[in-house]
Structures are given as C-alpha cells and as structure tokens.
C-alpha cells in the first residue's frame, strides 16, 4: 500500500512537470512523461491468482496449467513464462506432468485499467512418458493452447485513483516497456 502511495504521488508529480511543460509551450523532448510501475512481484501475485486453470483440447484431454514462473526480458520487451501441466482424459492412459512454456507482448486495456498478454510465442510442449508421436501431436496444437489458455490474461489491474488524477490532464496509459524490476507504464495524451 506504501509503494502505492509512492507511485502515485511521483507520478504526480511528473504529471506536474509535464503540465507545466505543456502550458509553457516546451517541445515533446522536453517535457516529463509520467509513469505508473508493477513490481516483478506484483504480476506474480496478480497471476498466482488466475491459477491453476484446465484448458481442454478437442474433447481428448484436459491440460491444467499452474501458477506460471515469469522471467522479464526487457532486451524485447517481452515477457516470458514456464509453467507446469498436467495432461490427462481419454486420450492418454494416465496423467503426464510436464512443462509448457510461452513469451508474450503487454497491452492495456482501457475498458477495465488491465495489463494484458497479447502477441503470443509458443515454446514446447514437454510432458513425460509420452511416445514422441503423441508429444509432437500435442506441439502441433500447442498454439492453440496457448491461445486459449492465455490470451488475454490479465496481468495487472490499474485501479481508478491510480489514473484519476492524470485522467483529468488527459492523458493516458500508452507504451508498456519491460524493465529488468517490472514494467513501466508511460502516460500519453489521450487523442483528440
């Protein structure tokens, strides 16, 4: 709650700064652009509770994906993932735990204030003790697991306090850079 409060009295601040940059006619370059960070740790916490989620495949088999571990890439801003599974169903005689792994885009949804996973990227699907017949059949339908299972998971949510006071400058959450702590959340003028 404390790095909250922190959060939003820098980013007011910085709106501040850049209000008075506006007013005072300063070009693009020179004005200060406010910000809204989430911790590493606040998108674990916020995903840990999206899980565990069962994903079924054509009837076949249920896969249940657990808490993913996140690894930051800011090199392409980027996120990536590892998760564990659990394959079972008719397809297969018993359960196979194995593991799944995936790297994806941010985007902000301004509907709800939401961090979401969009542009996905598909690693294997590992699950042990099958035939490799059956673990390539399961990596042909990989995308669309992963279509499924994460698509549009929201990874963060920003409440209303934390954009009001920049909501009424007009500005708005726009790019999302991956840092090597967390993301950073860049605020734009709302178009128009």
Do not use: C, W
Not at 113 to 128: D, F, I, N, S
């Amino acid at each position: 709650m404390l790095l909250q409060r922190r959060q939003l009295l820098t980013a007011a601040a910085r709106t501040g700064l850049a209000a008075t940059a506006l007013a005072l006619g300063l070009p693009h370059a020179a004005q200060a652009q406010p910000a809204y960070t989430v911790s590493a740790q606040q998108l674990h916490d916020m995903l840990a509770q999206k899980f565990p989620r069962t994903v079924p495949l054509a009837g076949l088999l249920d896969l249940t994906l657990q808490a993913p571990r996140l690894r930051l890439l800011p090199a392409v801003n980027r996120l990536g993932a590892t998760m564990d599974v659990e394959a079972a169903g008719p397809a297969l005689r018993r359960s196979h735990p194995g593991s799944f792994d995936v790297e994806f885009a941010l985007r902000y949804e301004a509907s709800d204030r939401t961090l979401r996973a969009h542009q996905l990227r598909l690693g294997r699907l590992e699950l042990a003790g099958l035939k490799p017949s059956a673990t390539e059949l399961l990596n042909a339908y990989a995308p669309v697991l992963a279509e499924q299972s994460l698509r549009e998971v929201v990874l963060h949510q920003l409440r209303p306090q934390d954009t009001a006071l920049l909501d009424g400058l007009g500005l708005e959450p726009g790019p999302i850079t991956v840092t090597e702590k967390g993301l950073s959340v860049a605020f734009v003028r709302k178009p128009g």
